[in-house]
């Protein structure tokens, strides 16, 4: 039976999601208390602000250990945040950030950003206007959204064994690919619980190959569906730890999931990424250029600040969308169509902070992955990640000395 906070802590969770479709990212707890806080009355997000308020004071004073009073509470002040604005409370962007995500979203430098093009300038065949060249370049790497299904497909299915041996997988685990259209996302992972999960990918996410190792390793192994459920098997069922069968948008716990998960292609396959993903696609009678793919994605990922640059210029400088839109398009060669795709995605009101998860997270789970010890692997500190409950300012503090706690 899980403690009372915890209880509260569920409850307020799944009473937010009645509110905002998609905030709650996945629920495997009791499905009484679910149907419990369905049959409620509409909670107003008024309500839910000073139910949280509460909550925040119940936790410091109650009698759980104080690694779960932590996450509690971190989380617990995320999303006493998301009511704020869905009471319409006007909480600045930078605010919003550190309330969700425990780190301060910043402005990338743009002479990165001109050195990486510079990089990709020196990979690509041709002349004339760089975002033409890659996008021409993407065209002759690109899986049609008829073949998507079968290609991730393939690339999971060599994966999976790689992370079974690395990381261990619960019995009866499984992924399911479904081709979606006209999504704000690439792909999504959507937990089902009990060791299931099913990935959704956008029609559009084959139009360059780089896309199917990075999702195949993002959504699934050794990405989410493997925390999800080294969690559920290790937190939930061993431990008892109830409050983690609830996966919320915009909480600390997503940015660095998604810091792990943008970096699970270097803890999976790592350098050399590119020729292996040739060779599984050559079996699907796909052919793809792939040593130079990744060769081009090691600076383009140097651009990847561009997408927190457009959130800050949208929601804290006030920047009209077309100028955002131009701007993504200039900096990360992408088209115009793709550039609106993007900003659609950070226009929406749940969504509109979440590009910092995967910017900073990636950043902030780099450098933590990469001050490993000369002794540990990039796969075992991965595995670290992948079991226990980390919240950024764990990762900060232990980049600084200070340790991750027990």
Not at 154 to 164: G, K
Not at 193 to 209: F, H, I, K, T
Not at 212 to 217: E, G, I, R, S
Request: aromatic share 8%.
């Amino acid at each position: 039976m899980d403690e009372p906070e915890v209880l509260a802590y569920l409850r307020l969770g799944l009473r937010l999601g009645r509110l905002a479709d998609g905030y709650v990212d996945c629920w495997f707890g009791d499905p009484a208390l679910r149907g419990q806080v369905d049959d409620e009355p509409l909670a107003t997000p008024a309500e839910l602000v000073r139910e949280a308020t509460g909550l925040l004071d119940r936790v410091a004073d109650g009698d759980l250990a104080p690694d779960r009073k932590r996450f509690l509470r971190a989380h617990i002040v995320a999303m006493r945040c998301a009511a704020l604005r869905m009471a319409g409370e006007l909480v600045p962007f930078h605010t919003e950030v550190r309330a969700y995500f425990q780190v301060e979203a910043e402005l990338g430098d743009p002479d990165r950003y001109a050195e990486a093009h510079d990089g990709i300038r020196a990979l690509l065949p041709g002349t004339g206007d760089l975002r033409a060249r890659l996008e021409r370049f993407h065209e002759a790497n690109t899986v049609g959204p008829e073949h998507l299904q079968r290609a991730v497909q393939a690339v999971s299915d060599e994966l999976r064994p790689l992370v079974r041996a690395r990381h261990g997988l619960p019995d009866g685990e499984q992924v399911r690919y479904e081709v979606v259209h006209d999504k704000p996302w690439h792909a999504f992972n959507r937990y089902l619980g009990g060791y299931r999960s099913l990935v959704m990918l956008d029609c559009q996410a084959g139009r360059n190959l780089a896309a199917l190792p990075l999702l195949a390793t993002h959504e699934s192994y050794p990405g989410h569906h493997t925390e999800h459920c080294l969690k559920e098997a290790g937190l939930v069922a061993e431990r008892g730890a109830g409050e983690h069968a609830l996966v919320l948008v915009n909480t600390p716990q997503c940015l660095v999931a998604e810091g792990m998960a943008e970096l699970a292609l270097e803890a999976s396959i790592g350098d050399g990424w590119g020729a292996w993903t040739s060779e599984v696609l050559a079996e699907q009678g796909v052919q793809v250029d792939g040593e130079r793919v990744e060769a081009v994605m090691r600076w383009w990922w140097q651009l990847m600040g561009a997408r927190q640059d457009a959130a800050i210029m949208l929601h804290d400088r006030g920047a009209p969308v077309e100028q955002v839109t131009d701007y993504l398009g200039r900096w990360l060669l992408v088209p115009e169509q793709r550039a609106e795709h993007m900003v659609r995605f950070l226009t929406d009101p749940l969504w509109r902070a979440y590009s910092v998860s995967y910017v900073e997270g990636r950043r902030l789970v780099g450098e933590w992955l990469s001050a490993r010890p000369a002794d540990e692997t990039v796969a075992d500190r991965f595995d670290r990640l992948l079991r226990t409950p980390t919240l950024p300012e764990d990762l900060s503090r232990d980049l600084v000395g200070g340790g991750l706690p027990r």
